[in-house]
């Protein structure tokens, strides 16, 4: 055996795992992520990806690539009928239209599948520096001493077994996680509460559904299921609800071929049956997100019904929380403990959102996909210092609608940007990789403020709304933003884009360093 360091093992490399890897090399975190499986997942899978995960991609510089990979925004439609060519179907749309009133984000989500997305994700993060990629490599085993992880890990194709050192273990190892049953965190919720036969294969229904082309076609017969588009021409998902009275041979391709000729409605479709997979809908939630020097991300830390399209976004937002907290607590300017506000934080979002998708799950008027669902995130923890008038602050989600603000906790909103470089077109865009004080306009002061937390060791940028060329795009958007009684406020804000702290510029040059070291946990 060979034994080498790491500082974060990361277990799983599936959408969160990769995202996670592709944040860390932009923190500058040293890391290696292992999946058992040889390549990425050959099944679609989780499809939409939020406005919210738009975002982080954006940040690690793969927004444009997804985007070309996914279907056009004018298909992101969800479609109820009886079959493929019910006369008297229903078509809707997003709960909110990209395009419907004030704009909410400069990157609306889409129709990703998982198969197209995932190697993306994979040749982001290893052509990053900081990362080692290795697929085919099982964790077998790990064992946690409080100051670090000692892992077995196993190159399937050969056997060979090797120690790894490494000082944090992150499992995004998916529902049956491993790294979550090693470290005996237990799971609360519901389990069976549907189980399904997803079948993907290859149809000409492109001139079927041309003029009610959609994401997801919902079929109101009982027991009928519903087709997810891949491409909303020749490559499609058939999911059929697997009930008492309703089974399948997953082996069997000339009973499956006329499943999906039943629930299509044409009966001489020509399909060809590619492969299939079994799954069931849970709604389960660990009950702790940490224990000592191990945390879980994804569906190793939730399992959300995908009923709404939320649980590989949680999973994503779960890697953008935890990143730079690990990145801090490495780089030694953070106390471990500020791993602990990542559950803080995480855990009751994704509480509400196993809520929201259950509800869906049962509703029989049906729901509509909320895309701008995880912009209403609202953090409540040690690592945000509250306004003193922000006690009845909403959180952690706003599922009534985006109102964008500045209050500590929510992620900083999105104003249009005009007149700067190319590359930023958004505040968003002036955010990271470490902390960014954010102002209205260049006061020579706030440049003393910023170097005094620089001065302590802690990565800071000063960024104004207003410089030289760069303007907001609607004046005066960034002053209605924030408010009159806030009119003069600077926000501190996180690497992951949520405001820390909001408030006028300090006397005292050791005020902010303080109230960033608030922030860090560190004393």
């Not at 975190?29 to 919210?52: F, N, Q, W, Y």
């Not at 704009?103 to 190697?119: K, N, R």
Request: charged share 25%; net charge negative.
């Amino acid at each position: 055996m060979t034994e080498s360091h790491t500082s974060v093992l990361v277990v799983g490399g599936g959408p969160v795992g990769l995202a996670l890897s592709c944040l860390l090399s932009g923190h500058g975190v040293d890391h290696m992520l292992i999946e058992a499986h040889p390549a990425t997942s050959r099944h679609p899978k989780a499809r939409g990806v939020s406005a919210r995960s738009m975002e982080i991609f954006r940040r690690i510089g793969l927004e444009e690539a997804v985007r070309a990979a996914g279907l056009p925004p004018e298909q992101v439609h969800f479609y109820r009928g009886r079959d493929l060519v019910d006369p008297d179907h229903v078509r809707t749309g997003l709960a909110r239209e990209p395009d419907e009133g004030p704009e909410h984000t400069p990157s609306p989500g889409l129709i990703c599948s998982q198969d197209v997305l995932e190697p993306l994700l994979l040749r982001r993060a290893e052509e990053l520096p900081g990362s080692r990629v290795r697929f085919g490599t099982r964790l077998v085993s790990f064992t946690d001493d409080g100051s670090g992880v000692r892992a077995v890990v196993e190159e399937r194709a050969t056997g060979r077994r090797n120690h790894l050192w490494a000082d944090w273990l992150v499992g995004c190892d998916g529902a049956a996680s491993t790294v979550r049953a090693g470290a005996g965190i237990a799971m609360e919720g519901p389990t069976g509460l549907g189980r399904y036969l997803s079948i993907r294969f290859e149809a000409p229904l492109g001139r079927v559904v041309a003029d009610r082309a959609s994401a997801s076609y919902f079929l109101t017969v009982p027991g009928r299921g519903g087709f997810m588009a891949v491409d909303n021409d020749r490559h499609w998902i058939y999911q059929y609800p697997l009930g008492a009275d309703a089974a399948a041979d997953p082996t069997d391709h000339r009973l499956l071929a006329g499943l999906v000729r039943t629930a299509a409605g044409i009966p001489d479709l020509d399909v060809t049956i590619r492969d299939t997979m079994t799954w069931r809908m849970d709604a389960r939630l660990a009950d702790a997100y940490r224990r000592s020097r191990v945390l879980l991300a994804g569906d190793a830390a939730h399992v959300i019904p995908p009923t709404g399209g939320h649980g590989m976004n949680t999973g994503i937002g779960d890697a953008d929380n935890l990143a730079w907290k690990l990145a801090a607590v490495i780089a030694g300017y953070a106390d471990e403990a500020l791993l602990d506000t990542y559950g803080d934080e995480r855990r009751p979002l994704a509480r509400q959102v196993i809520d929201i998708s259950m509800a869906n799950a049962t509703s029989r008027a049906g729901y509509r996909i909320d895309d701008e669902l995880l912009l209403t995130a609202a953090y409540r923890s040690a690592a945000v210092i509250p306004d003193p008038d922000s006690a009845d602050a909403p959180g952690p989600l706003n599922a009534s609608g985006y109102r964008p603000g500045c209050r500590p906790g929510e992620r900083v909103p999105h104003v249009r940007l005009a007149g700067g470089p190319a590359e930023v077109t958004s505040t968003l865009d002036l955010i990271g990789p470490g902390f960014t004080l954010l102002v209205a306009d260049g006061d020579p002061e706030w440049q003393r403020q910023a170097e005094a937390v620089r001065q302590a060791g802690i990565p800071l940028t000063l960024r104004t709304i207003r410089t030289g060329a760069q303007r907001e795009a609607e004046p005066g958007r960034w002053a209605g933003m924030l408010g009159t009684e806030h009119a003069d406020a600077a926000l501190l804000v996180r690497p992951d884009g949520h405001i820390a702290w909001r408030g006028a510029r300090p006397a005292d040059l050791s005020t902010l360093p303080a109230l960033v070291r608030r922030v860090l946990a560190t004393p």
